[in-house]
């Protein structure tokens, strides 16, 4: 058998596990969608082995296909290694670059830097997904994530952007109805806004000189949507956790009015992401230089 037609075997049943559907494979491939179906059956007949169970509804990896799909997907991606690298050392700045990034911060800052970018490196395609769910970069083949806060995955390597800083807020006419808080420990008294994938969770670690306390606080809201819970702050429904990027115009204008001002959260940072233990395309190397550059740079103090 050609290689080619292996290789081409091999693409679409990544490409449809990769999508889970043979249109959406197939839209991506730039093929028909029977076209992706009777490669990936050839695929199945030639190695004589059931790689998916599929359904009206729904495709599904057998045992022996999800071992089979991390084989080629590694595959896949030294191949497109190996290119990238040649690229890279004849200097073309070039290629599709995935670039995953949180909802409120990507449409606020990342996403309206990116223009000027692209027109710097016309040759770049850029695919960009926009979600506040912790993105497997490995697994989803994502070139590079900005993430907020802490880091976790001592697998991935990153880059500090900016720093990440957050107050604790909320409008004067909602303190001025139940009171401002003097201690950490009034907190719980308070209707609190709360994004819930943040890492503080429902009880809070704050700082002041050396000294940490921790409250448990009482959520009226959780919300999976930073921007959510900063609406919903400005609405005088409570106290959040507010980020600078979000909020900074707010506290310098009035709307909102930083709380215990002297106490602090952990500092975090706004980071780019991307996979280790292999080349750094230099598309992602430039992206990250660009974004360094570029992004705005908040009024950390918060009117402090």
């Not at 083949?141 to 993430?147: E, I, Q």
């Not at 004067?172 to 008294?189: D, K």
């Not at 395309?281 to 950390?300: F, M, S, T």
Request: hydrophobic share 45%.
């Amino acid at each position: 058998m050609k290689t080619e037609d292996r290789f081409a075997e091999i693409s679409a049943f990544v490409a449809t596990v990769r999508h889970q559907s043979f249109a959406l494979a197939a839209q991506a491939m730039t093929l028909s969608s029977s076209a992706v179906s009777r490669r990936v059956s050839a695929l199945e007949a030639r190695l004589g082995v059931r790689l998916l169970t599929r359904t009206t509804r729904s495709l599904r990896l057998t045992e022996a296909g999800e071992h089979y799909y991390a084989d080629c997907r590694r595959l896949l991606a030294e191949m497109d290694a190996a290119d990238q690298s040649l690229r890279d050392a004849a200097g073309a700045v070039s290629g599709r670059l995935k670039l995953a990034l949180p909802v409120s911060y990507g449409h606020l800052h990342v996403l309206p830097t990116l223009p000027g970018f692209m027109r710097q490196y016309p040759e770049v395609e850029i695919d960009v997904s926009l979600s506040d769910r912790y993105v497997n970069i490995v697994e989803e083949n994502v070139d590079l994530a900005v993430r907020i806060g802490k880091l976790v995955d001592s697998s991935l390597v990153a880059k500090r952007l900016r720093p990440d800083v957050r107050r604790i807020c909320a409008t004067p006419a909602y303190l001025a109805e139940h009171g401002t808080p003097a201690t950490p420990a009034e907190l719980g008294r308070h209707r609190v806004l709360q994004f819930s994938l943040t890492p503080f969770g429902d009880v809070w670690q704050l700082t002041r000189r050396g000294k940490t306390e921790s409250v448990k606080v009482k959520p009226r809201l959780w919300a999976d949507s930073a921007q959510m819970t900063h609406a919903a702050a400005l609405a005088g429904q409570g106290i959040a956790i507010v980020p600078a990027f979000l909020a900074a115009a707010d506290i310098a204008e009035g709307r909102l009015q930083v709380v215990l001002p002297e106490w602090k959260f952990a500092p975090t940072g706004i980071w780019a992401v991307y996979p280790g233990g292999r080349h750094l395309p230099l598309k992602v190397r430039k992206l990250i230089a660009y974004l360094e550059q570029h992004l705005p740079v908040c009024p950390y103090d918060l009117g402090e």
